[in-house]
Nanobody, 122 residues
Framework: VQLQASGGGLVQAGGSLRLSCAAS????????MGWFRQAPGKEREFVSG????????DYADSVKGRFTISRDNAKKTVYLQMNSLRPEDTAVYYC????????????????WGQGTQVTVSS
């Protein structure tokens, strides 16, 4: 499967962005989908994940209540709605797909998109 992330940009603190990740290939509906981010000089970290068909979701503590993950299997797309953005949310955001039922570690994901830059100014 190939993944294409988009929707990043420059936004002021308190603003919102919606990231999209379009997938190509078969069996998208069976994949666990996740969003990760990596800030300069830091490790890649889990942001959010959504499984299917159970529809389980999970979020990093730092984004709970502000970010919402969703997926549209018909469009083979996963979204990350980011509200109340903070400067510490600045990072390159990556979408990823996993054949596992659930996972929050980067090594548990098999396919990665190219990343989209999110910059939040104070």
């Amino acid at each position: 499967v190939q993944l294409q992330a988009s929707g990043g940009g420059l936004v002021q603190a308190g603003g919102s962005l919606r990231l999209s990740c379009a997938a190509s290939g078969r069996y998208f509906g069976t994949y666990l989908m996740g969003w990760f981010r990596q800030a300069p000089g830091k490790e890649r970290e889990f942001v959010s994940g959504i499984s299917w068909p159970v529809g389980r979701t999970d979020y990093a503590d730092s984004v709970k209540g502000r970010f919402t993950i969703s997926r549209d299997n018909a469009k083979k797309t996963v979204y990350l709605q980011m509200n109340s953005l903070r400067p510490e949310d600045t990072a390159v955001y990556y979408c990823a797909a996993s054949t596992k039922g659930w996972g929050t570690s980067a090594h548990e994901y098999d396919y990665w998109g190219q990343g989209t830059q999110v910059t939040v100014s104070s």
